[in-house]
Nanobody, 123 residues
Framework: QVPLVESGGGPVQAGGSLTLSCAASGYVLSVYCLGWFRQAPEKEREEVSF???????QYADSVKGRFTISQDNAKNTLNLQMTSLKPEDTAMYYC?????????????????WGQGTQVTVSS
């Protein structure tokens, strides 16, 4: 389990944008399977986006075309750029990483470590 700390959340109006960041200390993120997840109150955790060590990405249908996952290797951060936000995007957002490369797109292998960052989208 890689210790990651999320930041960048906050309140935003529908149609707005936010960029979340996920920072690691002592771990080089580029060698890991990386993922963003979210969980709204009384709902199950939902996968948002994945990035594998080769740079390939995957998105949930609900965010495809609006969210972009990326890495900043200089800062050793994982980012999630969110645009055209909708009230249904409101949730606590978490990032996580693991090393089982055959399962980069399987959320069962991800165990978020941090407290998450809250995104609240108002209509």
């Amino acid at each position: 389990q890689v210790p990651l700390v999320e930041s960048g959340g906050g309140p935003v109006q529908a149609g707005g944008s936010l960029t979340l960041s996920c920072a690691a200390s002592g771990y080089v993120l580029s060698v890991y399977c990386l993922g963003w997840f979210r969980q709204a109150p009384e709902k199950e955790r939902e996968e948002v986006s994945f990035m594998d060590p080769w740079g390939s990405t995957q998105y949930a249908d609900s965010v495809k075309g609006r969210f972009t996952i990326s890495q900043d290797n200089a800062k050793n951060t994982l980012n999630l750029q969110m645009t055209s936000l909708k009230p249904e995007d409101t949730a606590m957002y978490y990032c996580a990483a693991h090393t089982r490369r055959a399962w980069c797109y399987d959320q069962r292998y991800y165990i978020p470590w941090g407290q998450g960052t809250q995104v609240t989208v108002s209509s």
